[in-house]
């Protein structure tokens, strides 16, 4: 069973009869649901995932003091944690009295802190830059199962992706980066016989790639070792998987290299096709730099625009 399904199982079969029952006079001021971190948030969890953080249980997200009280909320925590102990097989671990825990009773504004840097998940443009897209992802994964107030799923609705000037700077930097480490600077490490340096310009080319396919679907790029898997599931340029996927697993052998520098070329001709298609860059050529300041030219905000090109990568 999926971490999902069985957290909601919990929470319908245990947790809505306790909050109807002892809470009912707040019911409508609180939200209930799973997110965050954890592979079972994006569906990815499996049996592997079950030997550690598996189990039911379930998010009870709170509004500010002035709506729901420290005492109110130290009830809330009581009752959570004299839920049933075991379910559908699964023991349920027991809540940190230090905070830190993925279930249980939770400030939104906490929640919101922790994955945004703002209390209220309001962010300006320079805050929009700085922020993880993996935390961006945790603020807007999972599913609310109940929202009283709506507040937690407007908020999430406002986050639910990057602002277009901000996706086209980070889009720009990315491509940038490609131009440099792929397109320049992987056979000239090889040429010097420097492996170690031709290992990491791969592992750069590959990781901007795979910002930038993401960037071009609109969808936050997950944590690194789930960003191979999310990559099959999007609808632009996931047929890159097993090229980018070759190139960081392969030698970077003088007799592969020429190979290898075939497929980066490939890569990123598909990527500049893309580019054209959506209208994101007036360039010509094959390189990719070229490219990036086309991007970045698109930007309408001047402030942006004229911000560091690799500045939010």
Not at 246 to 257: D, H, M, Q, V, W
Not at 268 to 294: P, V, W
Request: proline letters at 3%; glycine letters at 8%; aromatic letters at 10%.
């Amino acid at each position: 069973m999926k971490g999902l399904e069985l957290c909601k199982r919990f929470y319908y079969e245990h947790g809505e009869k306790m909050l109807k029952n002892e809470f009912s006079d707040i019911l409508d001021k609180i939200a209930i649901g799973l997110i965050g971190g954890g592979s079972e948030c994006l569906g990815y969890d499996d049996e592997l995932s079950q030997d550690h953080d598996f189990e039911g249980g379930f998010c009870i997200f709170l509004p500010g003091e002035d709506i729901v009280d420290r005492k109110t909320a130290f009830k809330l925590e009581r009752a959570y944690s004299k839920l049933p102990k075991e379910f559908m097989g699964f023991k349920r671990a027991p809540l940190s009295p230090v905070g830190g825990n993925r279930h249980g009773v939770i400030r939104i504004s906490d929640f919101l802190m922790d994955k945004t840097g703002t209390a209220d998940g309001a962010l300006s443009l320079r805050e929009w830059l700085r922020v993880p897209e993996q935390a961006l992802l945790e603020a807007t994964n999972g599913q609310i199962f109940y929202d009283g107030l709506g507040e937690l799923t407007r908020i999430r609705e406002a986050l639910s992706y990057l602002p277009e000037d901000i996706r086209l700077k980070k889009l720009a930097g990315h491509l940038l980066n490609m131009a440099q480490s792929g397109q320049y600077n992987y056979l000239r490490c090889i040429e010097r016989g420097e492996s170690g340096g031709a290992q990491l310009a791969i592992f750069e080319l590959v990781k901007s790639a795979l910002c930038v396919i993401f960037l071009l679907n609109k969808k936050y790029i997950p944590y690194y070792k789930w960003s191979f898997r999310a990559l099959l599931e999007l609808d632009v340029l996931s047929s890159l998987h097993d090229p980018l996927e070759y190139l960081i697993s392969s030698a970077n052998t003088p007799s592969l290299a020429k190979e290898k520098q075939e497929i980066i070329e490939r890569v990123c001709s598909l990527i500049i096709d893309e580019l054209r298609t959506q209208g994101l860059t007036n360039y010509c050529g094959d390189e990719l730099e070229g490219h990036a300041y086309s991007v970045n030219n698109h930007i309408g905000c001047a402030e942006v625009r004229n911000l560091h090109i690799l500045c939010a990568i």
